[in-house]
């Protein structure tokens, strides 16, 4: 144990010693440092936001007011819109490509990829990543991989445009839909690169968290945030590789006619030489991947609103060692339930029961997480910051979204809802709004640590309200329309009379989207204004425990200017009784007589 | 001209929150705000905000179950479908009670806590009880789901027949359903990609002895209180075969088939008598009329609920259920494969 420690110390300070004059290029694009590399992952992340938001709120129009003209839908779609009418095959496409970019450019690479990067150093109190150069390296694949997937929003025969699952066949031929053709290609290999940025990162994060914590810092004092962190990568490393062998597989379907998924296929007035694949083999392969996904997405999230909750109520987070343990229970679980995804696959049925049993077991830890948000905040001292309403929204939307998950769960049910606007309302509300509000929270919270300047507070306010209230005027409806039996995906639902008296309803949520999507301008604006224009932050503006503000407010190669600090206690002492002040910072040595419990 | 318009709105609008902006903060620096921090009143307010917001939604979501609640499809047209409404009635009912207790309280402790200067929060760390009660309650709960789900699931997936069920094949392409009979063998015949040609669209082997007495039509007509056990299959991609109002959803996967069981209980002319299909019906052709579209009439429809290209949102079949003696004159007077293949 000693020697290790002395090892982490000896690489440590050698980090410290490499000063290098820095240019433009070593500073702001070729930096090893975790602090940029966070910095470039949110900023990537935030334009790939708002191209994911955009999209929505151009088929969200066509879906309130569908076989209307709009000039702006020309404007932006061009032959894909000819006399501002949207092209059935334009909607799916966008519908594919805002799904894609929301759930892995946006709330993977831009929620997990910036803050492990700023916070894993940072609050175990190690100088960088133990490899700075794979943390760059896995940021210039992301970057390339959201290169390449834009650059197929551009293909003369459209981007892929099969869901954002791309279930082959119909992603695998040309000739189902035009988005199959060069546009899936591309978004194969963007998301092949994705991958790879993303195992490179989610190494490193395991790496850092297990060998580089400063002396005291036992896994059992760890901030929440870095526990989420931890586990998302854990779940990142076993995960994502099943993807990619998914995507190379539908690539070999595609480019070189094996069968893996594809058999008995009629097209196009002929028949292909495909024989004795299995679609469903993709979606197990997929789903493999992609339950675990909704938790890559959701923990750092809920890892996010631990912190800023606990900091902001000035209370220890309730109940350490249960959320840590449901975090761990979370993960475990999202590993044995992807089947949830297909219980109308026609799979067999005592597999269907397997997977509803775990499936609804997962509500049990994550009960516990909803339950131990909401005791924190009793008898708190609560300091509404923005990023605190947001963590507070995020409560919410995860008890709001996760309750549903129990109908969804069960494969009776599923039969009923499956594939409907219910689904849509379900994991929009429980892991968009949910990982959205923790990714704004943390943005919030420690805008001071990355810019050394203060977000406007105001603007904090409007932002949250605003998203608030828009988010649920969105996502809550949306039940009600899966409840009347009306599908997702579908371009227009005037084709069934059934659901002509839907469309009041398409309207409205139409508007709370567009309300929704003009206030981030809002979050945009604040952010870029206070980059440059904020006021100078203090070291600690929200008077916090944990190590990442015992740093000084500039930026240093190496994170401390002296010594890495010792700890000495949990993050999670704040109000402690004996003490004046409500924190006490986990470097402070134990007071005579005080017991750590941690 | 729009897009000339469109930059100048945002330009105004951009210019608009850098006013606020700058007043916002000389407003706060006039009241001696240091670098931003949240003060007193700012908790005071946000405090309650979220209280009023937050119940606020909490109401909200009240009134969209009183305004669009009846939106919700009407009662089961299948048996299995009162036991798959009976869980879920169960179900959203514990989900709601839960909803309306949990949220209230997180905007409530979020209004009450507040900060106020001179208060102290109390330093409670975890109580081992509290956490095993609110873990062992959720649990007794989900068992009893559980366990009624996988007994209803069970039985959908695995029926047991007293009389052998009537087998028609549903078979699926872009963009559209065409349907089977077995004929009165009750067997289908053999099909396969590798027939289809010209008016066999299916693919049927007229070689196999199964196959001569095969009816295949565009209206899925069913008798009531038949059991009917659907073969799928999609000669493509991947469809997926929803009959909302009978509570059964199957995929057709290309290169397999799958299969699914119900018995139809209402016949179309029955259902159409029903309260909820009356209000619903009445509702819609009044939205027609003043669209100035036909009036509708209410059809059990199947959709397809898999994405499958352009015209995904319209592949319909229209399902007609009527008595036995009304679909045995109907299955006559159709054609089989020997007579038109």
Redesign the interface.
Known sequence: MSTTSTKNEHFQDHLMEHHHKENFFTKYIFTMDHKMIGKQFLITGMIMGIVGVMMSMLFRLELAYPEQSF??LE?FLGKWAPDGVM???MY?ALVTIHGTIMVFFVLTAGLSGTFSNLLIPLQIGARDMASGFMNALSYWFFFLSSVVMIASLFVESGPAS??WTV?P??SA?PQ??PGSGTGMTLWLISMTFFIVGSLLGSLNYIVTVINMRTKGMSMTRLPLTIWAFFVTAVLGVLSFPVLLSAALLLMMDRLIGTSFY??????GGE?LSY??????LYQHLFWFLGHPEVYIILLPALGISSEVIATN????I?????MVGSILAIAFLSFIVWGHHMF???MN?FL??VF??TT??I??PS??K???Y??T?????????PAM?FS?GL??TF??GG??G??LG????D??V???YFVVAHFHIVMGLSAIFGMFAGVYHWFPKMYGR??????G?AHF?LT??TA?GVF??MH??G???L?R?????T????F????D?NVLITYFAIIGG?AQ??FI??FF?SIWR?????QN?WRANSLEWTTPVEHLHGNWPGDVPIVYRWA?D????GYDE?FVPQNVPLAEGEES?H | M??VS?IVLIVL??LT??Q??RI??IS?SIQGGK????SEK??D???K??LL??MG?VI??LV?YWA??Y???PAPSSEHGS??DG??NL??L??NV??FI??P???Y??YK????KG?????????NK??LF??VV??LF?AV??IW??N???G???PENEEEPIVIELYA??FNWTARYSGGDNQLGYA???E?AGANIV?VDTKDAYSSDDIITKELHLPVGKPIKFE?RS????H?A?F??F?????C???????FQFTPTKTTAEIRQDKDVKN?VA??NE??LAKGEDV?E?NY?L????????????M?MEIIVETEDEFNAWIKEQKTVAETL
Request: aromatic content about 14%; some cysteine.
């Open positions: 000039p702006i404007f092209d059935p095959n799916l099969g869901g279930y066949p119909l031929l189902a839909m594809l058999s008995d296929i009629f097209i028949v024989s004795g694949g299995s679609p469903v109520s000035r209370k220890p309730f109940g350490y060692r249960a109308v696959t026609g049925p269907g029961s509803t049993f609804l077991l509500a049990i009960a516990v909803a339950f131990n909401i005791t905040l009793w008898k708190g001292n609560i300091q509404y910051t309403l507070i409560v919410s008890v709001t309750l549903t129990v109908i069960d494969s009776a049910l039969i009923n499956h594939d409907t203060m977000m406007n507070k105001s603007m306010y309200w608030f209230i649920y809550f409806p009600f329309l409840m009347a039996g599908p995906r579908y371009y227009s639902n084709a069934f009379p059934m002509d008296n839907l469309a309803i003009i301008l809002i604006f604040n204004y904020g006021p100078k932050a203090s503006p999670y704040y109000s402690k009784p409500d419990g | 729009n897009t469109i609008a951009v929150i850098v606020v902006m916002s903060e706060s670098d931003n921090q949240v700012d908790n307010t946000q405090g905000l979220l917001v937050g939604f909200s979501v969209m669009w609640g939106h919700s499809l036991e798959i869980l879920w179900s959203m514990i989900i839960v909803f949990v949220q309280i997180l905007f402790f979020g806590y507040r900060g106020k208060t102290k929060a109390v330093y409670y760390e975890h109580n509290l956490e609110w873990t959720p649990a989900l789901l559980i789900g996988l209803v699931w069970s959908l997936m695995m392409q872009q396969t990609v590798h289809i693919g799928f000669q493509d991609v991947i997926s929803f909302p109002h509570r059964a959803q199957m995929n996967v290309p290169g397999s088939k799958t299969y619903h509702e819609v939205i027609r509708w209410f429809v959709l397809c609920n898999k994405i499958c290209g352009a015209a995904h949102y319209n319909q």
